[in-house]
């Protein structure tokens, strides 16, 4: 069974900083393209950023550009989002999402999530 371990978060000021980590269980990881998303109240769900398995190309929504790194371990089956500059509109709980091939379709994971709060 796949799972999906989030941590990390918490609350900050505005200007702080916050590391998220995801830990997975299995051996699929490293096949895995894992993203990381937030869904602030009475909102939908936001993609925030993406990483392919190996690492070697990212993704970011517009809003987090330049303040936000994903990054991964596969060593140790961790993806990790680097929260630099927060703003008091960062706040949600935050998902860590693995999105895998198979052979016949995709199959899609999710964490439990973590609060991340913003005081201005």
């Known amino acids: 069974q796949v799972q999906l371990v989030e941590s990390g978060g918490g609350l900050v000021q505005a200007g702080g900083s916050l590391r998220l980590s995801c830990v997975a269980s299995g051996s699929f990881f490293s096949r895995s393209f894992m993203g990381w998303y937030r869904q602030a109240p009475g909102k939908q769900r936001e993609l925030v950023a993406t990483?392919?398995?190996?690492?070697?190309?990212?993704n970011y929504a517009d809003s987090v550009k330049g303040r936000f790194t994903i990054s991964r371990d596969n060593a140790k089956n961790t993806v990790y989002l680097q929260m630099n500059s927060l703003k008091p509109e960062d706040t949600a709980v935050y998902y860590c999402?693995?999105?895998?091939?198979?052979?016949?379709?995709?199959?899609?994971?999710w964490g439990q999530g973590t609060q991340v709060t913003v005081s201005s």
């Open positions: 990483v392919t398995s190996g690492g070697g190309s990212t």
């Open positions: 999402n693995a999105k895998i091939a198979g052979l016949m379709r995709e199959y899609e994971y």
